[in-house]
């Protein structure tokens, strides 16, 4: 298999001294795509230096911006993405090479509880994993792991659907998932990063949040829709049995309520319906 290894990096100078080294002895026959995404810093320079091949922008776009740009360019048969600042070791690539061997499609480094950046990211980053396995039915061990190798041909159909900042590997995980392409988890243990993050827990907040979002409705949207339908269902009717005991009249909340549960209930049909044609592949 020809192997293209991507790694997009914002300012990640000294994460690269690290990695790129490393990435020579172990696949030395890889194409080596560094995604300069605006950097300010010398990251081009460093890429450039150990051999990578720099794609550069000239403002920063974000990191799943980098990730498309890297795999249009990418030549490989196989991608590989891990991040450039140092977190993640390229002794663990054969490990995730070995299972698109064996047969998958997809393979991620899964993160165990001590690679998780702090407590609060691995306290979300497991409930993002236990509501992930519940919409796929399938075992997800790390939804949000950076560290992944796919097959080109199966993980160009999604780039349409990833987003430009955080949270592509949710996206093409789901996506994988949603096409019956199979996914494979491999434990790997991962270093302190080097440098500053880029994500914010105030100002990425509201992003994880539409993470969750995400994951249903590329999924399965009715997998959200039916319950939230089902609750307001719930509540119209408990409404209009307390109203018509102590009242023995019909309100308008239960109306509204009632209605809201129908309305949703179709919001979720429709959504499920475009997801299908999201997903279809012409022959």
């Known amino acids: 298999m020809r192997v293209s290894i ?29 995604v300069d995404d605006g950097s300010t810093d010398e990251t081009a320079a460093v890429a450039a230096e150990h051999g990578a091949r720099v794609l550069s922008s000239p403002y920063p776009m974000g990191n799943g911006a ?7 360019a990418a030549a490989g048969d196989v991608l590989v993405f891990m991040d450039a600042d140092g977190q993640h070791d390229a002794a663990d690539i054969p490990k995730l090479l070995e299972r698109l061997e064996a047969g998958y499609d997809m393979a991620v480094g899964a993160r165990g509880a001590g690679g998780q ?8 980053n497991a409930f993002y994993n236990h509501v992930a396995s519940w919409m796929t039915g399938h075992k997800v061990a790390d939804l949000t792991s950076g560290f992944r190798a796919v097959r080109a041909e199966r993980f160009r159909e999604f780039l349409h659907l990833l987003p430009n900042g955080f949270s592509y590997p949710t996206t093409s995980t789901m996506a994988f998932f949603r096409s019956a392409y199979p996914v494979a988890y491999v434990p790997i243990d991962v270093a302190k990063r080097i440098g500053r993050s880029h994500i914010r827990p105030l100002r990425d907040g509201a992003r994880f949040l539409v993470i969750i979002l995400r994951i249903a409705t590329l999924y399965s949207p ?3 829709f039916a319950p939230a339908s089902f609750l307001f269902g719930a509540m119209g009717l408990a409404y209009y049995a307390w109203t018509y005991a102590t009242q023995e009249r019909f309100t308008n909340m239960s109306a509204l309520l ?3 549960s129908v309305i949703i209930f179709l919001i979720g049909l429709v959504s499920e319906q475009i997801t299908a ?6 022959p």
């Open 258 to 260: 009632l209605s809201a």
């Open 6 to 34: 991507i790694l997009p990096a914002k300012n990640e100078a000294d994460g690269l001294r690290k990695t790129l080294p490393g990435l020579r002895v172990v696949v030395p026959q890889a194409e080596v795509i560094v």
């Open 117 to 124: 950046a702090n407590r609060s990211r691995g306290f979300a």
């Open 277 to 282: 044609l999201t997903y279809r592949r012409d």
């Open 222 to 224: 009715l997998k959200l």
């Open 66 to 72: 980098a990730i498309k740009r890297g795999a249009r």
